[in-house]
């Protein structure tokens, strides 16, 4: 790894909606580095054969550095790290995490922020909330979930927004207009959204349509790694071949090779392990490169993104 | 001055093109109306265009009222001395403009708004360097390196080490 992780001990395990499981770390020793709002930090996850490493964002105050807290939605078609966080972790076990990094911060100068979470989506946007309000922010939050599921946080929430908290829940068949709410904006608002790809793609798209700036619009998502099919990968500078099972990532291949990437994310968002591609064809499935350098076929973010037949050269 | 030449903080104009992206698109110029995106202005529809005319941002307010008023899917064109550009392009920002919707057509290049480090005065329209700063009198060597929160370059006194050596004015580009 290209940063250091420690060790955390699990303080509390507490469930906060029916699939969504809300873990608290503090320190082993000496105290938690701080963080800003929309940080998030790896987790890894001590799992035969291999370890998990995933990206989990910081709901807990920013100002509060005695905890950490993340929140963990059990993923129907998880590859094992949400399954594992959620039935081999225990209170009082070690983990080792990486120290916090954002890729999500919000933009100051704007007029208005306004935040549209879907589901376990809505954890970035608790670390935003508590300095929203002690720097008294424009803002709104608009927090789509399904009650049966998700929908964490709901309670508090209210007690802490009042009317800027808006509450859709699709269990009961309500829904958000998202079209008609960016189109009542006013200039300098900014738009932030974290959920599911889908809501992340359709409010990205009523932006588009609706003339927003593109440097207005901010959304992240951490999707771990899916499955494909397995493949080779031949290291050009060290001469190693290495296989990369149908379960295993890339970056997983390589890091269990011993070959150390620079990442942050592990979700193709944040760009830090780009690699140099020599051979073979790359199905990319990142969120970082631009369309115009994934048909250039020339580089991979090996945390998400796979061979599209058996081999891949890499600048390695 | 080929070292100078290297500065990025010197802006690169580009004539400005119609954003496609925006639904409304205000033009600002300074004084008369620049030809080229005047044509700009022509080749939109009535319902999508809006036009403010200033001599210099003093004018501030209606400036300001036409920033506020436009929806956000709105496009600033600005036409100017460089020094204007760079005011309304702030005043935008202070509106909750991006500068993704901030376009500045080409300035008259020559002269220049000049911040001097010295005394935090500012100079308008100087054309040759070193000039004499106007608030604590020192010759400033006026320099590429350009401040967009101020619209200015920066000005450094010349002949700190030997107050003797004063070297001849040379026009700005």
Redesign the interface.
């Known amino acids: 790894m290209s940063h250091s992780m420690f060790e955390v001990r699990v303080a509390a395990i507490e469930e906060v909606a029916p699939m969504i499981r809300e873990f608290c770390f503090e320190p082993v020793q000496g105290s938690l580095p701080s963080f800003s709002p929309g940080s998030h930090i790896l987790v890894e996850m001590p799992a035969r054969p291999r370890p998990y490493r995933n990206a989990y964002s910081l709901l807990s105050d920013p100002r509060d550095a005695r905890h950490y807290r993340i929140a963990v939605r059990l993923q129907e078609r998880s590859r094992g790290g949400s399954r594992f966080m959620h039935e081999q972790v225990q209170c009082g076990d070690n983990l080792r995490i990486s120290a916090p990094a954002n890729l999500f911060a919000p933009y100051w100068p704007a007029k208005k922020h306004l935040l549209i979470a879907g589901g376990v989506g809505i954890t970035p946007f608790l670390s935003f909330l508590p300095e929203f309000v002690r720097r008294q922010q424009n803002f709104e939050l608009h927090y789509l979930f399904r009650s049966q599921q998700t929908g964490a946080y709901r309670d508090s929430l209210r007690q802490g927004l009042g009317q800027a908290l808006h509450l859709y829940d699709s269990s009961q068949g309500q829904r958000c207009d998202l079209h008609a709410l960016l189109a009542r904006q006013s200039p300098g608002t900014h738009v932030y959204i974290c959920g599911p790809q889908s809501l992340i793609d359709t409010v990205t798209f009523l932006a588009q349509e609706l003339g927003w700036p593109r440097s207005c619009v901010h959304f992240e998502t951490f999707t771990a790694a899916q499955p494909g099919q397995a493949f080779s990968v031949e290291l050009a500078r060290s001469g190693q071949t290495l296989a990369v099972e149908p379960e295993e990532s890339l970056l997983e291949a390589l890091e269990g090779a011993g070959v150390d990437l620079p990442n942050l994310c592990r979700g193709g968002v944040c760009g830090q392990c780009v690699t140099r591609v020599l051979e073979g064809a790359v199905e990319h499935r990142d969120a970082f490169l631009s369309a115009e350098e994934k048909s250039r076929q020339d580089c991979i973010m090996p945390c998400v993104s796979r061979a599209q037949g058996h081999h891949l050269k890499l600048d390695l | 001055m080929s070292a100078m030449a290297m500065i990025k903080s010197r802006p690169i104009y580009a004539q400005p093109r119609r954003d496609e ?3 409304m698109h205000l033009f600002v110029h300074q004084g008369t109306i620049d030809a080229r995106l005047d044509a700009l202005y022509q080749a939109l529809a009535e319902s999508e265009r809006a036009l403010c005319c200033l001599a210099s941002t003093e004018e501030r307010s209606l400036l300001e009222s036409e ?2 008023r ?5 496009a600033l064109y600005v036409a100017g001395e460089e020094a204007f550009l760079w005011d309304v392009r702030n005043l935008a ?1 202070q ?7 901030i376009h500045l057509a080409p300035p008259l290049q020559g002269q220049r708004r000049v911040f001097c480090t010295h005394c935090y005065s500012l100079m308008e329209g100087v054309r040759f360097s070193p000039v004499i700063c106007t608030g604590c009198a020192r010759p400033l060597l006026v320099r590429d390196h350009f401040s967009r929160l101020h619209g200015a370059y920066v000005g450094v006194q010349i002949n700190v080490e030997d107050p003797a050596d004063l070297p001849e004015e040379e026009p700005l580009t």
């Open positions: 992206r925006a639904k920033l506020a436009l929806p956000l899917a709105s920002r509106q909750g403009w991006v500068d993704e919707q």
